[in-house]
């Protein structure tokens, strides 16, 4: 059976104040927290250099740190937290698995515990960058820093920008175009906000379909997810049809896999 090379911290006692009776919040309570994150660590165990690994120790009193420098009503919203700190510690910690528990939770009846858990991890997406307005070069290194400036994203690769005829509406000045590798801790939604917002800063207006733009920011893959929505289509769904997003694809990722062609970047 394959299993992930994982660490895992197990029952960390911290005494802090969350709950939502306001006792809890004055008095505090005991806490366990259990982590378990997603670690390559051959070359720790190749090496025997702790430098070579995500440090335990380390991990644990971050999370102290975000469990006693916080108050929070619900022990959810404190995994949520608590599972964002410790991806944002280490690029290596690819996903990990959160666990809170509350033995002395006041239900007024006996129990051992209650616990929450949740498992987050990053993504890897791509984003096609278009734009045929105003300084288009300008707007779309603007707006990869500002993706870059995003809580929750980072910025991998840009592919060059390569001048492309429009499509669907030919009637309209050549596009600027490229695509972005990122890596993100947000859900497709809440990724999709963000270039919207960044879109809006950007002067974006959604008047024609197809029409002329200040800026156009796409979400192409994320991971291999297949998705489809009111608001999202994941992969996009006209992608390979358009060349001046195959193109910078293939110089970001030659042998990405489309999850639902079932063909190569290079193939398409």
């Known amino acids: 059976m394959h299993r992930q090379d994982t660490i895992r911290i197990e029952g960390l006692e911290i005494f802090a104040n969350h709950g939502v009776l306001p006792e809890e919040n004055v008095l505090g309570q005991k806490f366990l927290v259990s982590c378990e994150m997603e670690v390559d660590i051959r070359p720790a165990g190749l090496s025997d250099r702790i430098e070579d690994s995500v440090n335990y120790a380390e991990v644990s ?47 007024g009846l006996p129990l051992r515990t209650v616990a929450v858990s949740c498992e987050r991890r990053r993504h890897e997406v791509f984003v096609a960058l278009g734009s045929n307005l105003g300084d288009s070069r300008a707007l779309i290194e603007e707006a990869v820093a500002k993706m870059d400036a995003t809580a929750g994203i980072q910025v991998e690769a840009i592919s060059t920008l390569i001048e492309t005829e429009p499509y669907g509406v030919t009637d309209q000045p050549s596009f600027l175009n490229g695509a972005a590798r990122i890596t993100t801790l947000l859900t497709p939604h809440e990724l999709l906000d963000e270039l919207h917002r960044i ?18 920011l796409d979400i192409i893959f994320y991971d291999d997810l297949v998705m489809s929505d009111d608001d999202l289509c994941i992969p996009h769904v006209d992608m390979h ?19 639902v062609l079932k063909k190569r970047m290079v193939e398409l």
């Not at 001046?244 to 293939?250: A, G, N, S």
Request: hydrophobic share 40%; aromatic share 8%; proline share 7%.
């Open 61 to 107: 009193q971050r999370i102290k740190q975000v469990m006693t420098e916080n108050t929070f009503n619900l022990i959810e919203a404190c995994a949520e937290h608590v599972a964002k700190a410790v991806l944002e510690m280490d690029e290596r910690i690819r996903g990990v698995w959160i666990e809170i528990s509350k033995p002395w939770a006041p239900v």
């Open 241 to 259: 049809n358009r060349s001046f997003v195959i193109e910078p694809m293939k110089e970001l990722a030659p042998y990405k896999m489309h999850p």
């Open 199 to 216: 879109e809006a800063e950007a002067g974006r207006e959604r008047i024609i379909h197809w029409g002329p733009r200040t800026l156009d």
